[in-house]
């Protein structure tokens, strides 16, 4: 995905990025690009793969929930910064926490928003488990299957918050029996699939909620 493929698909989301994002995007590639040479962060790092699995794919969250309308959001597991930085970058009006399990991604992360002078955004050395906080917004990427990741990360929600698991093929993992588990405790509000564009890769956000 070039950049004017991103810009053509994310418009297709309803997300219209403007040229100091593209600027700040491009300076993430970069630094991803380096500090992966010191760490093992991702195994995506060619330019085109990168705006269509961790950019273009960071901002399919917002098929499922409108963040223009969101103010705290947490990224449980943020990695190498997806989501989180990226949406950070498209929705300055967010407040975002990011926590990781690994000091020296934290320290990485930590350095990415210094780099890109970002605000209202911190990268916190902790477990989803472990931490304390109230969020609008919980999301996680890959990090545990389904079942698992309810128990690590709904405490964070407030009231009225959801969590959007973000998943490839969800089918396999979220088997009817799954569900029923899950729902025992929790709302399962909507899972959405898609497919990402070009390489037409399975996709799927799962958005619960707890039961009120």
């Not at 780099?115 to 545990?144: M, N, P, W």
């Not at 009225?160 to 399962?188: C, F, H, P, W």
Request: some cysteine; hydrophobic content about 40%; charged content about 30%.
């Amino acid at each position: 995905m070039n950049k004017e493929e991103f810009l053509l698909a994310t418009e297709d989301l309803g997300i219209k990025i403007t040229d100091d994002q593209m600027e700040k995007l491009e300076k993430f590639y970069w630094l991803l690009s380096e500090w992966n040479q010191k760490m093992n962060l991702t195994r995506i790092i060619e330019r085109e793969e990168v705006y269509l699995k961790h950019f273009y794919d960071s901002l399919t969250i917002c098929k499922g929930v409108d963040l223009n309308h969101v103010e705290t959001l947490c990224d449980v597991g943020s990695g190498a910064g997806f989501p989180g930085v990226v949406l950070k970058i498209v929705f300055p009006n967010l407040k975002i926490t990011l926590i990781e399990a690994l000091n020296k991604r934290v320290i990485y992360l930590n350095e990415i928003i210094q780099e890109l002078e970002l605000k209202d955004i911190k990268a916190i050395h902790c477990r989803g488990e472990d931490y304390q906080g109230k969020f609008d917004v919980v999301t996680s990427r890959a990090v545990a299957n389904i079942e698992k990741l309810v128990k690590y990360t709904m405490h964070l929600l407030n009231s009225n918050g959801v969590l959007i698991a973000m998943k490839g093929d969800i089918s396999s993992e979220l088997t009817e029996k799954t569900k029923r588990r899950i729902e025992q405790k929790y709302k399962i509000i909507k899972i959405e699939k898609f497919l990402l564009p070009i390489e037409n890769s399975k996709r799927s956000l799962v958005i619960l909620s707890n039961k009120n």
